[in-house]
């Protein structure tokens, strides 16, 4: 992860520690999901910078990564339809490792400003979110490009923390 990546998730972690009320928690928090999905967008809208601007990154994770965080964040593209079988694929493998059972996952259903997006209802069912039962989870309605909804998935984490 380069400089700008590490700036962003920083981000994310003190808009979370104030949404929290605490700068001393400490948190383990990964976004995660497909190229494409909105995911760089997404940390800058967090981090109230300009979404307009967006260069792609090429952040690669290693399979062991997840295994150090408690808590996962997933982007989906609402619009990417022909996509969602593979991500439903890699959620499922993420969601079904064993050293992550039990951690909260929070959902971005990204996009939702695109006329072509499903909504988070349709893909949470599409996704069979309803099975897993071993933890918390939460699908949120967002677009990061306007921000909305993001707050909403904010909020929820602030609310479902491991303690």
């Not at 967090?46 to 994770?61: F, G, R």
């Not at 399979?63 to 996509?83: F, G, H, M, Q």
């Not at 099975?131 to 479902?160: F, H, K, P």
């Amino acid at each position: 992860m380069g400089p700008p990546e590490k700036m962003l998730l920083h981000g994310l972690l003190s808009v979370i520690q104030k949404l929290k009320g605490s700068t001393e928690l400490e948190l383990r928090v990964v976004l995660l999901g497909l190229d494409n999905a909105g995911k760089t967008t997404l940390l800058k809208c967090l981090a109230s910078e300009d979404v307009n601007t967006i260069t792609p990154t090429q952040v690669s994770l290693n399979k062991t990564s997840p295994y150090l965080y408690n808590y996962t964040v997933y982007d989906i593209d609402s619009a990417d339809k022909k996509r969602f079988e593979e991500t439903g694929l890699e959620l499922s493998e993420l969601i079904d490792e064993e050293n992550l059972t039990g951690d909260p996952i929070l959902i971005f259903a990204n996009k939702q400003d695109l006329g072509t997006a499903s909504l988070a209802s349709e893909i949470a069912e599409g996704l069979n979110l309803h099975t897993y039962r071993d933890r918390v989870w939460q699908i949120q309605a967002c677009s990061a490009l306007t921000g909305e909804g993001v707050q909403d998935g904010m909020n929820w984490i602030c609310n479902n923390l491991v303690k």
